[in-house]
C-alpha cells in the first residue's frame, strides 16, 4: 500500500509540475498568437470599378494553428487531425511542427468551414483557430491581370493589389503591429467591369476563332487616358493566385513587348505629315528598298508610286520606308522618344516591361522601323501613342485610376500638332470605310464612324522572321469626327479561319475583333450611332 500511494503521489506531483508549467508559458503563448493575428489580420480596402463594383472584397476565413507547448501527445494530436485532413498523415512536416518548442506555429492555412468544425469536435489540446482575412475576387479572371492577387498573408504581390500595398503603406503598418480593420475607403479603378467583361469576352472568342495561342484587347480614354479595359488571354483567376505563374498566363498587355509591325506606320505618318517635310498628296517609289543582304519586301503591292495617303490605305512597306528617310533618322528616334516608345511605361500597374529598340542609328533601322520591325513595344505603349495621334496631338501616360479632364490637361505633352492629328484621323477612318480599298474595313460598325490601322508582323525565332507565324494587332478609335475611346486589339499566332474568306492577316483577324467590341461597348460607354453622317471627305494637305 505504501509502494502504491508513492506511485500515485508522484503521478499526481508530475501533472501538477506539468500544469504549472503550462500556466507560466501561457505569457509566451500569448504573446506569439498576438504577433501572428499581426501579420495577418490587416484588412485591405475593397477596389471597385468606375461604377462602383466590387471587383476585389475581403471575407473572412478560418486558419488552423498549434501551440506545441501545450499538445500533450503529438502523435495522437497528428492521427487526430488527419481523420479530418488525410493528407496530413504522412506529412512529416506537421510533426515536426508538433513536437517543436516554439510558441505558435501554423498547420493549415484557409480551412473549409466543414473542416473547421470537424477539427473543433475532436477537442485537441493545444489546436486552435483564427479568424483572417482572405482575399475574395466576385468576377473570378474577369480582371485578373489588372487587379493582380495577394498571398496567404493578404499581402498584394501583383497588379494593383501591390500598388495599394506601396501607395498606402499598409505593409509598414503591418511591420510596426499597427493593424487597421475597418473604415478603409474603396479604391475606385478607372475599369469598366462590363467593358472589361466584353473585350475578354470578344478577345477568347477571337482566340478560339482564328486558332490563336494569346490575345490581348486594350480600351483606352483618349481624352484622360484612363484604361476603360485591358484583358491578356490566357489568364488566371486571382482567387487561385498559383496560377498566375504558370509561362501560357503571363500579362502580355504591359509585361511583354513585341515587334507590333504595320500599326507603327500610324507613328510613321504622323512623324512625316507632322514634319512639314511630306504631304498628304505626295506620291513615293514603292519599288523594294534594299541595304546591302536585305530587301523590303510589299505584302499588297500595287506596281506604281503611291500617295501617302494610299501608302497608309494598302500599307505599304517601301512607301512608308521612304517617308521616314525622307525625314531622317535622328527626327524620328527623336519623335519616338516623345511619343515614350523608347522607355517603360509611368503607370501604377508594376509589371511594366521596357521596350527593345535598335542601339544605333542607321537607313536601314530606320526603315524597318517605320513598319514595325526592329522595334519592340508592349502593346499598351501602342495604345497609347495611338491616342495621341487621334486626340489632338497630346500625350498622357496611362492610368488604372479615375482621372479628371483637368488632371489630364495638366498632365498632357503635345507631341503633333492639332492639325496633323486631323489629318492622322482621316487616314483612320479612310482605311477602315468600305469601299476605299482600306485594310480595316471589318472593324467598320454602322453608325459609330471606325477609324483604325492594321498590323501584320512575322515573328522571330531563332534569329530569323517565320513567315508562318504572325503577331497580327488593330489599332482603332470611335468616332473619328471627335474620338473618344481607342481601341487595340492583338492576336499572337493566329490561323486562317477554317472555311474562312482569306489568309490570317489582320485586317482579316484583328480587326473583326475589334469590330465586334466596338459594337458592344459603345452604347455602354454613351456613344450613340449617328446614320446622317457623309462619306470621308478629301483632307487637305
Same mark, same amino acid.
Given at each position: 500500500?505504501?509502494?502504491?500511494?508513492?506511485?500515485?503521489?508522484?503521478?499526481?506531483?508530475?501533472?501538477?509540475?506539468?500544469?504549472?508549467?503550462?500556466?507560466?508559458?501561457?505569457?509566451?503563448?500569448?504573446?506569439?498568437?498576438? /504577433?501572428?493575428?499581426?501579420?495577418?489580420?490587416?484588412?485591405?480596402?475593397?477596389?471597385?470599378?468606375?461604377?462602383?463594383?466590387?471587383?476585389?472584397?475581403?471575407?473572412?476565413?478560418?486558419?488552423?494553428?498549434?501551440?506545441?507547448?501545450?499538445?500533450?501527445?503529438? !502523435?495522437?494530436?497528428?492521427?487526430?487531425?488527419?481523420?479530418?485532413?488525410?493528407?496530413?498523415?504522412?506529412?512529416?512536416?506537421?510533426?515536426?511542427?508538433?513536437?517543436?518548442?516554439?510558441?505558435?506555429?501554423?498547420?493549415?492555412?484557409?480551412?473549409?468551414?466543414?473542416?473547421?468544425?470537424?477539427?473543433?469536435?475532436?477537442?485537441?489540446?493545444?489546436?486552435?483557430?483564427? !479568424?483572417?482575412?482572405?482575399?475574395?475576387?466576385?468576377?473570378? &479572371?474577369?480582371?485578373?491581370?489588372?487587379?493582380?492577387?495577394?498571398?496567404?498573408?493578404?499581402?498584394?504581390?501583383?497588379?494593383? *493589389?501591390?500598388?495599394?500595398?506601396?501607395?498606402?503603406?499598409?505593409?509598414?503598418?503591418?511591420?510596426?503591429?499597427?493593424?487597421?480593420?475597418?473604415?478603409?475607403?474603396?479604391?475606385?479603378?478607372?475599369?469598366?467591369?462590363?467593358?472589361?467583361?466584353?473585350?475578354?469576352?470578344?478577345?477568347?472568342?477571337?482566340?478560339?476563332?482564328?486558332?490563336?495561342?494569346?490575345?490581348?484587347?486594350?480600351?483606352?480614354?483618349?481624352?484622360?487616358?484612363?484604361?476603360?479595359?485591358?484583358?491578356?488571354?490566357?489568364?488566371? !483567376?486571382?482567387?487561385?493566385?498559383?496560377?498566375?505563374?504558370?509561362?501560357?498566363?503571363?500579362?502580355?498587355?504591359?509585361?511583354?513587348?513585341? *515587334?507590333?509591325?504595320?500599326?507603327?506606320?500610324?507613328?510613321?505618318?504622323?512623324?512625316?505629315?507632322? /514634319?512639314?517635310?511630306?504631304?498628304? %498628296?505626295?506620291?513615293?517609289?514603292?519599288?523594294?528598298?534594299?541595304?546591302?543582304?536585305?530587301?523590303?519586301?510589299?505584302?499588297?503591292?500595287?506596281?506604281?508610286?503611291?500617295?501617302?495617303?494610299?501608302?497608309?490605305?494598302?500599307?505599304?512597306?517601301?512607301?512608308?520606308?521612304?517617308?521616314?528617310?525622307?525625314?531622317?533618322?535622328?527626327?524620328?528616334?527623336?519623335?519616338? *522618344?516623345?511619343?515614350?516608345?523608347?522607355?517603360?511605361?509611368?503607370?501604377?500597374?508594376?509589371?511594366?516591361?521596357?521596350?527593345?529598340?535598335?542601339?544605333?542609328?542607321?537607313?536601314?533601322?530606320?526603315?524597318?522601323?517605320?513598319?514595325?520591325?526592329?522595334?519592340?513595344?508592349?502593346?499598351?505603349?501602342? &495604345?497609347?501613342?495611338?491616342? &495621341?495621334?487621334?486626340?489632338?496631338?497630346?500625350?498622357?501616360?496611362?492610368?488604372?485610376?479615375?482621372?479628371?479632364?483637368?488632371?489630364?490637361?495638366?498632365?498632357?505633352?503635345?507631341?503633333?500638332?492639332?492639325?496633323?492629328?486631323?489629318?492622322?484621323?482621316?487616314?483612320?477612318?479612310?482605311?477602315?470605310?468600305?469601299?476605299?480599298?482600306?485594310?480595316?474595313?471589318?472593324?467598320?460598325?454602322?453608325?459609330?464612324?471606325?477609324?483604325?490601322?492594321?498590323? %501584320?508582323?512575322?515573328?522571330?525565332?531563332?534569329?530569323?522572321?517565320?513567315?508562318?507565324?504572325?503577331?497580327?494587332?488593330?489599332?482603332? &478609335?470611335?468616332?473619328?469626327?471627335?474620338?473618344?475611346?481607342?481601341?487595340?486589339?492583338?492576336?499572337? *499566332?493566329?490561323?486562317?479561319?477554317?472555311?474562312?474568306?482569306?489568309?490570317?492577316?489582320?485586317?482579316?483577324?484583328?480587326?473583326?475583333?475589334?469590330?465586334?467590341?466596338?459594337?458592344?461597348?459603345?452604347?455602354?460607354?454613351?456613344?450613340?450611332?449617328?446614320?446622317?453622317?457623309?462619306?470621308?471627305?478629301?483632307?487637305?494637305?
Amino acid at each position: 500500500m505504501l509502494v502504491a500511494g508513492l506511485g500515485f503521489a508522484g503521478i499526481y506531483a508530475a501533472i501538477v509540475l506539468r500544469l504549472i508549467g503550462l500556466g507560466m508559458a501561457s505569457d509566451d503563448h500569448t504573446a506569439a498568437l498576438d /504577433s501572428a493575428r499581426a501579420q495577418i489580420s490587416t484588412a485591405r480596402p475593397d477596389i471597385v470599378d468606375r461604377n462602383g463594383e466590387v471587383l476585389a472584397t475581403d471575407v473572412k476565413s478560418s486558419s488552423l494553428y498549434a501551440e506545441p507547448k501545450r499538445i500533450l501527445d503529438v !502523435d495522437e494530436a497528428v492521427e487526430a487531425l488527419a481523420s479530418v485532413i488525410p493528407e496530413m498523415r504522412g506529412d512529416d512536416s506537421v510533426r515536426r511542427k508538433l513536437a517543436s518548442k516554439t510558441g505558435f506555429v501554423w498547420l493549415r492555412r484557409e480551412l473549409k468551414p466543414e473542416q473547421r468544425a470537424k477539427i473543433f469536435r475532436l477537442g485537441i489540446p493545444g489546436i486552435g483557430f483564427m !479568424d483572417e482575412n482572405r482575399r475574395f475576387y466576385p468576377g473570378g &479572371a474577369t480582371a485578373g491581370h489588372v487587379l493582380g492577387t495577394v498571398n496567404v498573408d493578404n499581402q498584394g504581390i501583383s497588379g494593383i *493589389e501591390k500598388t495599394i500595398d506601396q501607395d498606402m503603406g499598409l505593409v509598414e503598418l503591418r511591420n510596426l503591429g499597427i493593424v487597421p480593420d475597418r473604415g478603409i475607403e474603396p479604391r475606385r479603378l478607372s475599369i469598366d467591369l462590363r467593358v472589361q467583361h466584353v473585350v475578354r469576352d470578344e478577345m477568347l472568342e477571337a482566340m478560339a476563332r482564328f486558332r490563336a495561342v494569346a490575345a490581348v484587347g486594350i480600351v483606352l480614354d483618349v481624352r484622360t487616358g484612363e484604361v476603360v479595359a485591358m484583358t491578356s488571354v490566357p489568364d488566371f !483567376d486571382p482567387n487561385h493566385p498559383e496560377q498566375a505563374l504558370e509561362k501560357q498566363n503571363m500579362n502580355r498587355a504591359t509585361a511583354g513587348v513585341y *515587334e507590333m509591325g504595320s500599326v507603327f506606320k500610324t507613328f510613321n505618318s504622323g512623324l512625316a505629315l507632322d /514634319s512639314g517635310k511630306v504631304k498628304l %498628296t505626295d506620291t513615293f517609289d514603292v519599288t523594294p528598298l534594299q541595304f546591302g543582304s536585305q530587301r523590303i519586301g510589299e505584302f499588297h503591292s500595287k506596281g506604281h508610286p503611291l500617295s501617302v495617303t494610299e501608302i497608309f490605305l494598302y500599307s505599304s512597306n517601301n512607301g512608308s520606308a521612304r517617308m521616314a528617310l525622307r525625314v531622317g533618322s535622328q527626327a524620328q528616334r527623336a519623335f519616338f *522618344e516623345r511619343l515614350g516608345l523608347l522607355k517603360r511605361i509611368d503607370t501604377e500597374l508594376p509589371e511594366v516591361a521596357a521596350p527593345l529598340v535598335p542601339k544605333g542609328l542607321s537607313d536601314v533601322s530606320t526603315a524597318t522601323m517605320a513598319f514595325g520591325h526592329g522595334i519592340s513595344v508592349t502593346p499598351m505603349h501602342t &495604345a497609347i501613342a495611338g491616342a &495621341a495621334m487621334i486626340n489632338g496631338g497630346r500625350l498622357m501616360p496611362p492610368t488604372f485610376f479615375p482621372r479628371t479632364p483637368e488632371e489630364a490637361d495638366r498632365l498632357a505633352v503635345q507631341v503633333i500638332r492639332p492639325e496633323t492629328s486631323d489629318k492622322m484621323r482621316y487616314l483612320f477612318l479612310q482605311n477602315a470605310t468600305s469601299g476605299t480599298g482600306g485594310s480595316g474595313s471589318k472593324a467598320a460598325v454602322p453608325g459609330y464612324r471606325v477609324g483604325g490601322k492594321t498590323g %501584320t508582323a512575322e515573328k522571330i525565332e531563332h534569329g530569323h522572321y517565320n513567315a508562318g507565324k504572325r503577331f497580327n494587332s488593330f489599332l482603332a &478609335a470611335f468616332p473619328m469626327d471627335d474620338p473618344r475611346y481607342l481601341v487595340l486589339t492583338v492576336l499572337d *499566332e493566329p490561323k486562317a479561319e477554317a472555311g474562312g474568306e482569306g489568309p490570317a492577316t489582320a485586317g482579316l483577324n484583328a480587326a473583326s475583333a475589334a469590330g465586334g467590341i466596338i459594337r458592344r461597348i459603345a452604347p455602354m460607354l454613351g456613344v450613340m450611332p449617328r446614320y446622317d453622317q457623309p462619306r470621308p471627305a478629301v483632307a487637305s494637305n
